[in-house]
T-cell receptor, first 112, second 112 residues
Framework: GESVGLHLPTLSVQEGDNSIINCAYS??????FIWYKQESGKGPQFIID?????DKRQGQRVTVLLNKTVKHLSLQIAATQPGDSAVYFCAEKNQAGTALIFGKGTTLSVSS | DADVTQTPRNRITKTGKRIMLECSQT?????MYWYRQDPGLGLRLIYYSFDVKDINKGEISDGYSVSRQAQAKFSLSLESAIPNQTALYFC???????????FGEGSRLTVL
């Protein structure tokens, strides 16, 4: 069945470190992937997306890497700050290509 | 005002009761979605709609129904609520499937 998973449910880093959040996806036909951040008590917010014709895309302090060979997606956060503490979700298209399905999420905790 | 508004934000009900969660949006998007969030399970797609005449089942539609009353309104109903439907429910909109989802703040439902 369709599933989008993350390798680790929790990740703890020190302020200033770089963080890497991983995601394994199952739909090899998905041509679109997206990362969301959810802070406590709020709805998920868009971070960055990438299409399957790209291997890497950079935003402000964030980079998404896509490895289609092993169906792996990662989100790199540079110089992690306490405000980056949140749950991070990856998402891919469903098999029908009509909607996005999400992974289980990774909780990032940043200590000062 | 929020672009995607969900009501109620919190609801406690009893087993067997009918519950409706409402969602309205000012984004002007055709696509609307309902997701359910449970701890450790991420976001799971319940139903989605591409326009007022289009309704599609998601990953976990059993026990739920939806109504797309207008382009801006999409409601989720639990005809006979059961305790395992206790969860945080999110409405979202998008302009297209390969693009950012805009989420509401969530509706927390507790079924006793």
């Amino acid at each position: 069945g369709e599933s989008v998973g993350l390798h680790l449910p929790t990740l703890s880093v020190q302020e200033g470190d770089n963080s890497i959040i991983n995601c394994a996806y199952s739909n090899s036909a998905s041509d679109y992937f997206i990362w969301y951040k959810q802070e406590s008590g709020k709805g998920p917010q868009f971070i960055i997306d990438i299409r399957s014709n790209m291997d890497k895309r950079q935003g402000q302090r964030v980079t998404v890497l896509l490895n289609k060979t092993v169906k792996h997606l990662s989100l790199q956060i540079a110089a992690t700050q306490p405000g980056d503490s949140a749950v991070y979700f990856c998402a891919e298209k469903n098999q029908a290509g009509t909607a996005l399905i999400f992974g289980k999420g990774t909780t990032l905790s940043v200590s000062s | 005002d929020a672009d995607v508004t969900q009501t109620p934000r919190n609801r406690i009900t009893k087993t067997g009761k009918r519950i409706m969660l409402e969602c309205s949006q000012t984004k002007g998007h055709d696509r609307m979605y309902w997701y359910r969030q449970d701890p450790g399970l991420g976001l799971r797609l319940i139903y989605y709609s591409f326009d007022v005449k289009d309704i599609n089942k998601g990953e976990i539609s059993d026990g739920y129904s939806v109504s797309r009353q207008a382009q801006a309104k999409f409601s989720l109903s639990l005809e006979s609520a059961i305790p395992n439907q206790t969860a945080l429910y999110f409405c979202a909109t998008s302009a297209r499937v390969t693009g950012e989802l805009f989420f509401g703040e969530g509706s927390r439902l507790t079924v006793l």
